[in-house]
């Protein structure tokens, strides 16, 4: 059942009303208004939960980011419950459908309104403006589940159907269900997960959760609630009132409006929200749903934000509305103005937060600014200037937040040198209502604040370790370390071949637990030639990596103890040092070259960066500003910007185009295909829209007199910006003032275009965007030769496409195309053969007669293949049987599955550009990969796929072009005579060796061929470290887990590994807690030049390596100074005697030498 927002429990509501920060009181009549000074920090949250606590409360923000941020604050210092009310996320009059979560949410906080829930409902202004269903819409659609209740199939189908659900075989997400004999699976809107309805004859026997992904049952429920599926209705009167409404409204031929045609089959096509108001014969707002005697809370910007969102409305509708296929609503029929949401507002008691200094009524709520409280890592005291708030400030108490678990555990370990006491309060409440001078708990509060009655303060991580910290640690989520995508042994499967850089290729045996100085501790067990077995120390794992080269099978085993190894390990790296210099002379022009340097962005790139109606993701971020810095620089860019479809590529490049004209630079945007120029071309202009650049299109389809004159705009400099395909390299084409080349999907070029490219590299900046780089882009990018930027996060409520590899099958394919159709959608069908594809489309007619068919391939004629696909843009087809001219084709928001045949007969880099085709709106998108039977298909063909399926995370591009490289080895990358190179060593290792050499010789220096591997440092404490079985039972997991913890760099990045240990599998054990700090040891050691370390319960040694950084006179110094407790044995031993009977004594007696080590470096 819904939480229809019950009351509060009594200390909790208590707590909140024992001190104000509102004074005089809060607003009681109507028009009624307090104003109040925007108080610092997340105090803003606190004095809403204040006013909450004796009304129900509307809060309206100016936009949706704002609206998320708060919602956290408040569901930190609230005592009565959040009621978000989110936005659609889609632009005005967008022809896709919002993601269903939000959907469900949306339709959750009706549903609780209407039951009297009494709480803040929380809304952006832009969705204060959409009209509503009225108020009477839900509480009349809502069905009740209960169990032992009496349930009618077919009669529940049919409720089902009325109330927008979706039949399917297989339920994955909210509003669809499907019947199997006496079991109903069910997605029901509003809930989090799906339910499994278990049938004894027409009575409900069991009602449990299922998750999706297994399809596995869990938990065992009594009853659940089924809102509908829509904010509209697809009921036979509401169908009669569209239809009414739409052909009185609209002066177009109904038949030609592929939405009006599906709404009558009461089909819900995407973008059907836009027409809500046509379907009822009056809407509502937010306002009718509240009840009367509901407060307003006004955010700051609230009002210039609604008056923006109207233009931006009115501008959409004057440049969208000229489709007969789609008619648009005026504006003032599909939002409310301005005005009236205006005067809604002032009609209510309001509490109104204000930045304008000006406004002399504004209140100041009693909160103050905390003063820097910032802990730095590098000062002698990192925590000074928070134990010096502490000592100003006896009196004040002091609640720590941390956003998790194991982030309390790290920021509990970071206070540890104050010496607080901290307990561990359940939340703000529990310490307001208590008498602790300190305490920390867990919350997503964004800030903290500094009351001043009560005198408290919440010190949230912003405060201490700034917002910096913050994004890093989101971003680290997001995306995996680029270093790492290549080497993880996540795969790792036992007889796996691996390469230990001193040993050379072995096979995994798997872990194994050993004991060593009457100490258990888990070791990598290898095979190599002869029988012989290795066992590796998990806290070395850092030297071990995947073997990827020839197939697995074939893998050239090394034998221990001969020179084998080192001679195919120095063969290898003379060829690398002839390829890495090879590959450098490419580039040597570029970096020697004066480049174009562009002006710093100043307050016309602000204005444009600004107009983006989206949040930039953090690594969209990070992209845009290594894209700035580059340009800014002297050198030619040379830069790939990695990334999925959709995820943001283009405004990187609309963001650095823009950063050139302003520079008084032309700008070339080359692209594979006539139609992906179009779309480009379209989406530029609606882009630069606002400002005064000028955009031309060049494309075979350019006429004689219109391609006249667009080279004479380009020639003679008025052009600023132009956009087409291989046309642009012709010699007709004369750009003055080039700066700039934007490249779209460089590997879909021919070998005369690619040259031609080569030319201009090392004369003007380059900009390469690819959804998935072909391996040898991505090999020079990641041998540091062209810089990589790769955009891993997804847009926000972006899915990931579901992928399945399944044979061949008529009922897999009808199952596939009715899922899509049915909701509204549109399927490309891939058919590679052009001689078939006829037949192909007749039997995808026979089999599913719903279907409206149309076929393209490269054969048709350009201008019939440009119809084709522009009919299948505008909808007028729902499948498209075609070849592989999709790969690069026009984006189509609501084609959200494929079916690819024949799929084990194309590259990795082709299925997963294919598979970036679907999955561009909020649905959740499917890709079929149809092969033949396992005996039919190569063994690399099955390696493609399998990684493929394993990697339908968004944001894959960059790790599958990785395992393309592995998979087809060397031969395509840098020809045969390397390929064996990479044969004999492995991949990983290959790489490793290429990106030194090329290091080496861009540092001018010849790479040493014979220098030895960095074997890492070798710790002996005789503690048990390692990952306990019964608290990390899967050995896969565990050895991922190991690895990740032997490859960090740094204390930093072994914090936040430890912080995510907590997170996932609980608080530390002992053993984990030795192994993490041994290997920060090992990280300090390696600092030093030190070989090994050895301790025990009363005499230990550090051996230092021929290298050591370590100072002779700290050493003297140090024998000198306690010749009882230290000697030197031979030139390269120090030994030291001490009690270490504990682990703490073990450690803190390790660290201190190395401390005392590192107080003076000899320079290298």
Not at 672 to 700: C, G, K, M, W, Y
Not at 880 to 885: A, F, R
Not at 1146 to 1163: D, P
């Amino acid at each position: 059942m819904y939480d229809s927002g019950s009351v509060p429990a009594q200390n909790e509501a208590d707590s909140m009303t024992s001190f104000s920060l509102l004074e005089p009181p809060q607003p009681q009549g109507i028009r009624d208004t307090l104003y109040l000074k925007a108080p610092p920090g997340s105090a803003t949250a606190l004095a809403l939960a204040q006013v909450a606590a004796s009304a129900p409360l509307l809060v309206i923000t100016p936009n949706t980011a704002s609206a998320q941020r708060l919602e956290q604050d408040l569901a930190f210092y609230s005592s009565v419950p959040v009621l978000p009310f989110p936005d659609w996320e889609t632009l005005p009059y967008d022809s896709f459908s919002p993601h269903q979560d939000i959907i469900s949410a949306r339709l959750r906080t009706l549903r609780q309104l209407q039951d009297g829930a009494r709480g803040i409902v929380l809304v952006p202004i832009n969705t204060l403006m959409q009209r509503l269903p009225p108020v009477s819409y839900i509480a009349g659609r809502v069905m009740t589940l209960q169990s032992g209740a009496r349930l009618d199939r077919e009669t529940f189908r049919e409720s089902l159907s009325r109330a927008g659900y979706r039949a399917v075989e297989t339920v994955y997400e909210p509003g669809e269900y499907a019947m199997r004999g006496a079991i109903i699976d069910l997605f029901a809107m509003g809930m989090d997960e799906p339910i499994r309805i278990d049938l004894f004859d027409d009575e409900i026997d069991t009602l449990r959760h299922f998750d999706p992904g297994s399809q596995r049952s869990t938990d065992k429920i009594d009853g659940i609630e089924l809102l509908p599926a829509h904010e509209y209705s697809l009921s036979r009167s509401a169908i009669a009132c569209f239809r009414e409404q739409f052909e009185t409204l609209f002066d177009v031929d109904p038949r030609q409006c592929p939405l009006y045609n599906d709404a009558l089959k009461a089909i819900p096509s995407p973008g059907l929200e836009q027409y809500l108001p046509l379907f009822f014969d009056e809407t509502a707002s937010l306002f009718d749903h509240v009840t009367d005697d509901t407060r307003i809370a006004l955010l700051p910007g609230v009002f210039a934000a609604a008056e923006q969102h109207w233009q931006a409305i009115e501008a959409r509708y004057v440049n969208l509305g000229v489709d007969p296929t789609r008619p648009l609503l005026p504006p003032h029929r599909a939002f409310f103005p301005v005005s009236d949401v205006f005067a809604a507002i002032k009609a209510r008691p309001r509490v109104e937060f204000t930045e304008d200094e000006q406004q002399r009524h504004a209140l100041a709520p009693q909160a103050r600014a905390l003063p820097s409280l910032a802990i730095n890592a590098r000062a002698k005291q990192p925590l000074a200037e928070l134990a010096s708030f502490m000592a100003a400030q006896p009196g004040t108490r002091l609640l720590f937040v941390a956003e998790s678990r194991g982030r309390r555990e790290a920021l509990e370990e970071v206070l540890a040198p104050l010496k607080l006491s901290l307990p561990r309060v359940e939340n703000f409440h529990a310490f307001l209502k208590g008498d602790q001078p300190l305490a920390i708990t867990e919350s997503l509060v964004a800030s903290g604040l500094w009351l001043e009655t009560p005198d408290l303060a919440v010190i949230s991580e912003t405060e201490l370790f700034g917002d910096v910290v913050r994004q890093s640690r989101r971003r680290e989520k997001a995306t995996d370390d680029n270093e790492l995508a290549v080497r993880h042994l996540s795969e790792l499967r036992e007889g796996a071949p691996v390469v230990h850089q001193a040993h050379g290729v072995g096979r995994y045996l798997g872990l194994e637990t050993l004991e060593a100085g009457g100490q258990a501790n888990e070791f990598l067990a290898l095979s190599y030639a002869d029988g012989a077995k290795l066992y590796v120390p998990v806290d070395s794992l850092h030297l071990i990596s995947r073997y990827s080269g020839a197939d697995d099978e074939l893998a050239p085993l090394h034998k221990l103890g001969s020179d084998q190894w080192e001679k195919a390990r120095r063969k290898a790296a003379e060829k690398i040092r002839d390829t890495a210099a090879e590959l450098l002379d490419i580039y040597a022009r570029r970096e020697a070259q004066q480049g174009v340097v562009y002006e710093a962005p100043g307050e016309e790139y602000v204005r444009f960066a600004a107009s983006f109606p989206f949040e930039e993701t953090p690594d969209q971020q990070a992209a845009i500003e290594a894209v700035i810095s580059d340009m800014v620089s002297p050198q030619p860019m040379d830069r790939v910007v990695c990334g999925d479809v959709g995820f943001g590529k283009t405004e990187v490049a609309m963001r650095a185009a823009f950063l050139a004209v302003q520079s008084g630079r032309q700008v070339v945007v080359l692209v594979p295909t006539t139609l992906l120029a179009r779309q480009h071309f379209e989406n530029f202009r609606d882009r630069f829209a606002d400002t005064a650049v000028n955009i031309s299109l060049i494309s075979r389809f350019t006429g004689g007199k219109e391609m006249t004159q667009t080279l004479e705009s380009i020639k003679s400099g008025q052009t600023d910006i132009v956009i087409g395909t291989h046309k642009l390299l012709s010699k007709s084409v004369e750009l003055p003032k080039m700066g700039l080349l934007i490249i779209d999907e460089e590997h879909r070029f021919g070998v005369a275009q690619k040259e031609k490219l080569k030319t201009l590299r090392a004369e003007i900046d380059i900009l390469t965007l690819t959804a998935t780089p072909i391996p040898r882009t991505l090999n020079m990018a990641m041998s540091g030769i062209r810089d990589l930027s790769i955009i891993a996060t997804p847009p926000a409520r972006r899915l990931s496409v579901k992928t399945f590899v399944q044979q061949r099958d008529d009922s897999v394919i009808k199952e596939a195309l009715l899922r899509e159709i049915l909701r509204g959608g549109q399927v490309y069908f891939l058919h590679n053969e052009v001689k078939t594809i006829e037949n192909a489309a007749e039997q995808i007619r026979e089999l599913v007669p719903e279907a409206r068919v149309a076929v393209a391939h490269g054969q048709l004629p350009e201008r019939s293949l440009e119809r084709v696909m522009s009919d299948f843009y505008h909808r007028r087809f729902n499948v498209l049987v075609c070849s592989t001219i999709i790969e690069t084709g026009i984006d189509v928001p609501s084609a959200n599955t494929i079916l690819i045949e024949r799929a084990d007969k194309f590259g990795l880099a082709q299925l997963h550009q294919l598979r970036g085709r679907v999955g561009r709106s909020h649905h959740q998108a499917y890709a079929y990969l149809l092969t033949p039977s396992p005996k039919a298909m190569t063994r690399d063909a099955v390696k493609r796929l399998e990684a493929i399926s394993a990697s339908d995370d968004l944001g894959a591009g960059f790790t599958l072009a990785s395992h393309d490289m592995e998979i087809r080895g060397a031969g395509e990358l840098l020809g045969d005579e390397q390929s064996g190179q990479m044969e004999t060593i492995g991949y990983s290792l290959y790489m490793e060796m290429l990106d030194r050499a090329v290091k080496a010789i861009r540092a001018g220096k010849t790479p040493n061929i014979d220098a030895p591997f960095n074997t890492g440092v070798e710790i002996s404490l005789n503690l048990p470290a390692l990952i306990p079985d019964d608290y990390l039972h899967d050995v896969q997991q565990r050895l991922v887990m190991y690895k990740r913890i032997a490859n960090t760099q740094s204390d930093g990045e072994l914090k936040e590994l430890q912080v995510e240990l907590i997170d996932r599998f609980g608080l530390l054990p002992q053993p984990l807690k030795n192994l993490i700090r041994q290997t920060r040891l090992r990280q300090r050691a390696e600092q030093l030049g030190i070989a090994r370390i050895e301790a025990g319960e009363s005499r230990g040694r550090v051996l230092f390596d021929g290298s050591t950084q370590v100072d002779p006179l700290t050493l003297v110094t140090l024998i000198q100074t306690s010749p009882q407790h230290y000697r030197l044995d031979g030139s390269d031993t120090l030994r030291f005697e001490f009690t270490m009977e504990t682990a703490e004594q073990r450690f803190e007696k390790v660290e201190t030498l190395l401390n005392t080590l590192n107080q003076k470096v000899a320079k290298a």
